[in-house]
């Protein structure tokens, strides 16, 4: 979107189900001279501990480095795009409490190697205070809790009354 019409993307992770049917995705075939692969490096993410930065900072620094760009951040979310097949299933909540209805998914996890993915107990606390509050505001099923160390992780799904 920084550079319309001058790349054609495609990506080659652990997890290809995630770029399923993006329109801004396109299957290149390597191997043809005609593709150039660069494998991405972060290594911003190295002083995330230690200055404000995410993962899509590093990731955007990288290729504006490797490729003399100047890409700008937009929007901080996900961009999952799914089939009309499943845009036509039941969502997980109707499978749970058998109300098709608007839901919300919290999702208070992370990962322990940085700071930046998971926050500390006061964190976790304060996911367990929303949850809370929004269960007195609206019927709220919480659902999957885990514990890994000495912290608990969970889910929790509301839906609107």
């Given at each position: 979107m920084?550079?319309p019409g001058?790349?054609?993307t495609?990506?080659?992770?652990?997890?290809?189900e995630?770029?399923?049917?993006?329109?801004?995705i396109t299957?290149?075939?390597t191997?043809?001279g005609e593709?150039?692969v660069?494998?991405?490096?972060?290594?911003?993410?190295?002083?995330?501990?230690?200055?404000p930065?995410?993962?899509?900072?590093?990731?955007?620094?990288?290729?504006?480095?490797?490729?003399?760009?100047?890409?700008?951040?937009?929007?901080?979310k996900g961009?999952i795009?799914l089939?009309?097949?499943e845009?036509?299933?039941?969502?997980?909540?109707?499978?749970?409490v058998?109300?098709?209805s608007?839901?919300?998914?919290?999702?208070?996890?992370?990962?322990f190697?940085?700071t930046?993915?998971?926050g500390?107990?006061?964190?976790?606390r304060?996911w367990?205070?929303?949850?809370?509050?929004a269960?007195?505001l609206?019927r709220?099923e919480r659902?999957?809790i885990?514990?890994?160390?000495?912290r608990?992780?969970w889910?929790?799904?509301g839906r609107?009354?």
């Amino acid at each position: 979107m920084c550079y319309p019409g001058q790349f054609v993307t495609d990506v080659r992770t652990a997890c290809p189900e995630l770029w399923e049917n993006n329109p801004w995705i396109t299957p290149l075939e390597t191997g043809t001279g005609e593709v150039e692969v660069i494998d991405c490096d972060v290594p911003l993410i190295n002083r995330c501990n230690e200055a404000p930065y995410h993962y899509l900072h590093a990731f955007v620094e990288f290729l504006n480095d490797r490729l003399g760009l100047q890409i700008k951040p937009t929007l901080y979310k996900g961009d999952i795009h799914l089939s009309d097949r499943e845009k036509s299933w039941y969502s997980q909540v109707r499978e749970l409490v058998g109300i098709d209805s608007p839901f919300w998914i919290l999702a208070a996890g992370g990962k322990f190697d940085v700071t930046v993915k998971c926050g500390a107990p006061s964190v976790t606390r304060r996911w367990s205070t929303i949850s809370a509050t929004a269960g007195s505001l609206s019927r709220w099923e919480r659902r999957g809790i885990g514990i890994l160390g000495s912290r608990e992780w969970w889910i929790s799904a509301g839906r609107r009354a």
